[in-house]
């Protein structure tokens, strides 16, 4: 389980020599459409339609384009033991999965300043979780 604030390995460098190394910045996890569905029920059936043909329509562009179309997910914040994605920062950003990940060690830095980031990364936990995007696997 990765946390805020561990340094973890994850891809390579930019110029594909070495590890690159980087710190998590938040945990999420991925909520289908089943299960947003099922906490915001839609009451209004015109509105419902209007937005599964729009589900549709994206996945026939994707498929037409030979993207892929097995699972429409939004990644949102999560608790570490729930995650099954992490935000890493580096010179650069990233969302990566856990299992692609190798923990190295917790940031060197004093526990105040580590309680105050992971604080922070909890408070993206409780925030409006509409913001979030909708994806394609």
């Not at 805020?4 to 390579?12: A, I, P, R, T």
């Not at 980087?22 to 569905?37: G, I, L, M, S």
């Not at 999965?97 to 604080?119: K, R, T």
Request: charged share 30%; aromatic share 12%.
């Amino acid at each position: 389980m990765l946390k805020v604030c561990d340094c973890v390995y994850y891809g390579l460098d930019g110029f594909g020599r070495k590890r690159q190394s980087w710190r998590v910045t938040q945990c999420y996890r991925k909520q289908t459409v089943q299960e947003f569905d099922e906490l915001y029920p839609m009451d209004c059936e015109p509105i419902r339609e209007f937005i599964e043909l729009d589900r549709l329509k994206s996945k026939y562009s994707r498929m037409e384009q030979g993207l892929p179309t097995n699972e429409f997910f939004r990644l949102i914040p999560c608790l570490p033991e729930e995650a099954t994605h992490v935000e890493l920062t580096s010179v650069g950003a990233a969302i990566a999965p856990i299992e692609e990940c190798e923990f190295i060690e917790v940031v060197p830095w004093s526990q105040e300043l580590i309680e105050s980031h992971q604080s922070s990364a909890a408070n993206r936990i409780a925030n409006d979780l509409n913001y979030y995007e909708w994806k394609w696997a």
